[in-house]
Structures are given as C-alpha cells and as structure tokens.
C-alpha cells in the first residue's frame, strides 16, 4: 500500500491542513524547520535512529542518529550565535557534501538565521555575485574552498564571518577566518529554538534567469507543510526506509528533498561525497540497502551508458521506489530502468522557486514514460496561451506551464529583486517559465523552455552570465551562448565568440577560455564547445539573436529573420 | 612516457586541485575521488587533444578512462601510436 492511497481519491476536498495536522502545527504557532528536523524527532522517541549515514571518498564513512543531529546543530547554532549571528542573518554554507553541509543547514534554521547554501563547485564570480546580493554575513566553508573566499573578501564588506570546518593549523588563517570543529567542540545540549513562524524567512537558493544576475529564491518556514507532505506521497517514504537523494544541498532538490522532507518525516538518509561511477552508485545502494532513491535523468543516463552488465553484479533488490528530477526523464530511461531494476523511475517536475514537487508521477498511479504526470493534489496547474495568458483547453496544444499561488512552499519573493519576483504573475497565475502540453487524460507532457536559459544535467544556466564572464577574458571581444543538445546532460553549453584582432583562434585559445569560464563560474557553465565567428547575428537594434544560434545548433527552422541586421552572421 | 605522465599531473594540479595541501600522484583517483567533475572532464580531454595532437572519440572519454593520470597516460599511448 502506498502513503498516498488513490490519487484520485487525494485531489477530491485536498486541503493542506493533512500536513499541518500530522506535524502537529496549529497555524499561527511557532514553525521552526531545524526543530522538525531534529528535536521533534527525539521528543517523539527517534533519538536513536540513525538520521545520517555519509560515506566520503575512500570509504570513509560516518553515522549521526537523529539525537546525534540534535547536538551537532545544537553546537553550531550555538557557535554563531557567539559569532553574532541573529534571526534573518543570510549564513551562507559553502561545502562539499560533507555531514557539517547538513548540521549546518539544521543548525542555521534553528537560531533563525537564513540558510544560503551554495554549490562548492562555484567559482569566485558566481560565488561574489550571489554572497553580494544576499548582503552574507557569514560563510561556512572548508580549506579547500576558502582561497576562493580570500579573493572576493575585500569587496564584500557584509561577510564579516568565514568559518572553516576542517582547519588543520598547518597554515594560518586570515582575516575574518575562524576554525570550527564539530568533532573537537563541546556539543551543546540545550539550545533555545528561535520562535520563527510560518512566515519567517528560512532558505535562500539562487536560481538563474535568461537575463540579469542570478536571483535570489526566499523561501520561508512554512515550505515544510509541502515538502512534508510531498516527501511522504511522492516518494512514498515510511518509517524503515533507507532514503538517497542524489542531489546536492547547493540546489533546491539537495534541500528540500535530501534534508527537509527526509528527516522531518524521521527517515534514515544516506549521502554519498564522492565522483561519480556506475560501480560506486551500485555498490552504495547495495551496501546501505538502499529502498527509496530519488536521483536526476542525467545520472540515469550516465547509468544507461555504463551497461546492463553493471547493474547485474551488484544486489539491488532492496530498491522498491525510484524518482528522477531536474529536467524531463526520456522515455528511454523510465523503460530502462523498468527492464534493469524491475521499477520505473518516477519523474517529478518543480522548480527552485516552487520550492516543492509541483506535477508528479506518483506510485500506484499509471505511468505514460515521458511524461511528468499530474499536478500534486491541492495544487491547481495549467498551460495558458502564450499570448492571452488564459488556461488552454484544447488537449496536445503546447502553452505555458503556469500554477495558482498559494501553496505553502512558494517562494515569496527574489531577493532584493521584488520587480522580477512581480512580473513572474499574470492573470493571478504563476508562469514557471517551461512549455508542455495536456492530453485528454490529464498528463502534462513537458517540451522545452519558454526563454533561453540552458539546462544541463539539471541545473539551470544563464546564457547571460557566462557572456558577460567571456567578456572579461582578453580575448573576446563578442560572445553569444545557447544550449547544444547532448546526449548524458540534455543541454549542454556552446558558445559562439569574436575574438580581438591580436588573438588567434585555434584548439589553446579555445582551452584558455573554457578553463577561464570553468573556474570564474563553474564547471557547469563552461563551455562545452567554443565556435569562432567573424561576427553574431544581431537585430536592428543591436540585440544578438540568440534565437537563431539555438535554431542553428538543434536543426530547427530558423523561423522570420527580417529584422537581422546582417544574415550572413 | 614519464614525460607524459609529468605532464600530464602537472596540467591536472595547476587546474583542477584547489586544496593546495592535497597530495595528487599518478594513481589519484580524479573522477571518483571528486577531483575532476564530468563536465571539468571534457576541459581535461581538450587539453589532451591539444597537447598531443590526438582525437579522443566521446566513447573512449569515459569517468573510467579518465580516474587516474596512469590511465589517462595509457589512453594517450593508444591514440599516440604509430606518430
């Protein structure tokens, strides 16, 4: 039997207060996170329940039950506070996927500060822009990010905190950095919960848009009465699973579902902190008896790549219920995965902004493969005509996917960015900015972006921003940047450039500039592929037609050109 | 081929370590030791193709090939072959 029973059943009189009543909350009440995530549980007789097993590289592993949580965001709750962390403070956790990442995030919750968590394969630019917007007061991060935190420091008079994690002495801080060390400070037995309420600002993720700088996602306390619930009909978790979210803390999945979810229902969660190979993901399931794994379409690509024979020499029989999100899950994989692990990948659609799953294949229910299923109960979805903005009922038409506010997860604002955050509503629906189709069943079928922002394996990236960063290298003098389709990561960055005269173009540039971009931004925002152009096709007002470079690269039709300013481009 | 392999981790330190402690010789594991990421990879073999004027096919460019620079210099060999 499945938590959610009928779906069918669920969407008739759905009403939120089901969370709220199973998590004890009375509206109006203090709604603390990091409590739900760890004091709840031991009050409720978990405390010895292993909340965490982490394995690093190596196999270096090492287990926290929840009362182990408990103290462990006891003490680091504490330890800011000393610092002068205060409620509302953005505390940016800036980690590989180490246990202090997910004691942190408890722990930042708890005292009422302001979780910013940020993937620590960020360079220096992307780590600037976001720690500027945020106005961060304190980053929590390890010797081997902390250069990168040196060079930006000077211009960000607010971060007044640098703690590292895993300091060895072996050479000496600098200024504003500060050792901290879970294994040698005292844990701290008692610490008084800070009294947020529903909607006392709790997380803090960056998302990127076509346009502009990354943009701040605010999410609040409240978002648990989603994520909860979600967690539990969704991926169907129950008390005795063993729980792998594959996602990193440094985006929303890693997050919402790799902590929330998980431990405020009290399940036992698994987190694996090394590279990433077929072998390594099956031996770990294997080892753990792993029941429950929520993961991405490229690594069940990757999976799929790395052959049948694989999966055939580990024991995965402990798997019962599987779930994929970050872009749509191809119907090959969801047949792969059936034939491979006896079970289908479930696909889940949401978004950072969302802050939970949004439309869903859920168990029990029929699949179609490829397709992102229906919308979760209490939650009303749409796609609106792209022009009129009104809720397209003709099935098979493709319009824009759209929701009604409301739910408890929603972002209530981008921070320091309340225009963009507005102009995100029309008509009182919410436009997630993705395209997709319904058919006479009720599946909504997902067909691509509704602007330029490229998805690759997941994460989005801004076309934007890696322009504006191949600017600063000497030798570009011009840039534009699309999505290429690829095989593993669905999208894959490509960027067409002019170089300066004194420059040539050639397979070294080409490599200068790749790393350039990989280390300013990240590795993901690196271009895959860099194509030299005498010069960018560009509209009458100059504006640089990316829409034809797209065309280009998928083999699409390149559709009405007359307003190039020059065709040959 | 000790040249190569010299090379080789040199270029890999220089771009990819960022812990200025952390030993890396030439059996580090680099993908599954979380050194080199999947989409790094692809910058790795770039500088591979350009150094030892050699095409790596996608298929060959696997997380496996690519885990340690023993590998990666055993990868090179085979493309390198008959220059």
Redesign the interface.
Known sequence: MFNIGSYDERIKDFNWSISEQELGYKPGSVINIGWYCSDRLCEMGGADKPALIWEG??GKEKQYTFNDVRLASNTIGTFLRELGIRDEDRVCIFL?RNPELYLSFVGILKIGAIAQPLFS?FGDESLHVRLENAETKAIITQ???V??VRKIRDSLPHLEHIIVVDY?G??PLQEREVAFSLETATPVESLEIFPTHAESPSVLHYTSGTTGQPKGVKHVHYSLISQYLTAKWVLDLKEDDIYWCTADPGWVTGTSYGIIGPWSMGITQCVL?????AE?WYRFIEKNRVTVWYSAPTAIR?LMKAGDEVVAQFDLSSLRHLASVGEPLNSEAVIWSEKVFGKAFLDTYWQTETGSMMISNYPGMRIKPGSMGKPFPGITAAVLDPNTHEPITETGRIGLIAFKPGWPAMMRTYWNNEATYQSKFVNDWYLSGDRASIDPEGYFWFTGRDDDVIN??GHLVSPFEVESALLEHEAVAESAVVAKPDEVNMEVVKAFVVINPEFEAG??L??KI??FI?KRLS??A?P?EIEYVDSLPKTRSGKIMRRLLHAQEWGEEIGDISTLEDDDA | MEDIKQVILDYVIEEYVEDEDEEVTFDTPLISGGIVDSFSMVSLKRFLENKYQISIPDEKASPEAFDTVDLIVELVKEFTAGK
Do not use: I, V, Y
């Open positions: 590289f190596g590989d394969a010797k081997k990010h250069s990168k060895d072996k050479r902190d090394s590279g990433f190979s390594a990757s690759t394996g397979g070294d080409e490599l790749m790393n990989r590795p993901l690196m895959q």
